[in-house]
Nanobody
Framework: QVQLVESGGGLVQAGGSLRLSCAAS????????MGWYRQAPGKQRELVAT???????NYEDSVKGRFTISRDNAKNTVYLQMNSLKPEDTAVYYC?????????????WGQGTQVTVSS
C-alpha cells in the first residue's frame, strides 16, 4: 500500500555531486519518517541518512558534511544531496519509509538506484 520510487542515480567522477529523489505514494502519513540506505557489493545494507516529519536528521559518520537529506511533505518526497562524492560511496541507494504504530514498525523500500563514483 506504500510505493517508493527513487531517481537521480548515475555515474560521476570523484568529487562530483548527485541529487537523489524518492517520491512516496499510497497510504502514507505526515508523521512517517523517511531515509536513505545503501548497499555495496558484498556488504550489508547500511544507514546513510534519515529525517523525521519535524525535520530532525541523522547521518552515517562517513557522509556527514557531504550529504544532506531533506523532505518536501507537500510532495511526499525525500531528497539526498550528495556532494564531494568518493569511490567508497558507490552502492545501490534505497529509499525507506518507516511507519510507527505504537511499538510496531513497518518499513517500506524502493527498488534502489545505482550510484557509481569513479576515481
Amino acid at each position: 500500500q506504500v510505493q517508493l520510487v527513487e531517481s537521480g542515480g548515475g555515474l560521476v567522477q570523484a568529487g562530483g555531486s548527485l541529487r537523489l529523489s524518492c517520491a512516496a505514494s499510497g497510504r502514507i502519513f505526515s508523521l512517517d519518517a523517511m531515509g536513505w540506505y545503501r548497499q555495496a557489493p558484498g556488504k550489508q545494507r547500511e544507514l546513510v541518512a534519515t529525517i523525521t516529519s519535524d525535520g530532525s536528521t541523522n547521518y552515517e559518520d562517513s557522509v556527514k558534511g557531504r550529504f544532506t537529506i531533506s523532505r518536501d511533505n507537500a510532495k511526499n518526497t525525500v531528497y539526498l544531496q550528495m556532494n564531494s562524492l568518493k569511490p567508497e560511496d558507490t552502492a545501490v541507494y534505497y529509499c525507506n519509509l518507516r511507519q510507527r504504530w505504537g511499538t510496531t514498525i513497518d518499513d517500506y523500500w524502493g527498488q534502489g538506484t545505482q550510484v557509481t563514483v569513479s576515481s
